[in-house]
């Protein structure tokens, strides 16, 4: 899903957000990408639970992989991207 943001009348920018299934399909497990993050496995099992993978988490897999996945802010623009609106 997108989200748009009015910059100016003229500039309109689509922003899109990064899933945890996203996230995962540039690696060959959830294992392997918490090995090249660092991190514990636990903190991936968080994050699919939260449903939300943390910011600073999300600018090192884009730049681990070489690829320009969208950024999530917070969990509010999940909610809003996935029309949950509680």
């Known amino acids: 899903m997108f989200g748009y943001v009015i910059v ?50 999300q600018l090192r897999i884009n730049e681990i992989t070489g690829v320009n996945m969208p950024i999530d802010l917070d969990k509010d623009s999940i909610k809003f991207r996935l029309g949950i609106y509680d």
């Open 8 to 57: 100016s009348t003229l500039t309109i920018i689509i922003i899109r957000h990064m899933t945890i299934d996203e996230a995962l399909r540039h690696f060959k497990s959830g294992y392997e990408m918490c090995k090249k993050l660092d991190i514990a496995y636990t903190n991936l099992v968080r994050w699919k639970k939260q449903g939300f993978i943390p910011v600073k988490q």
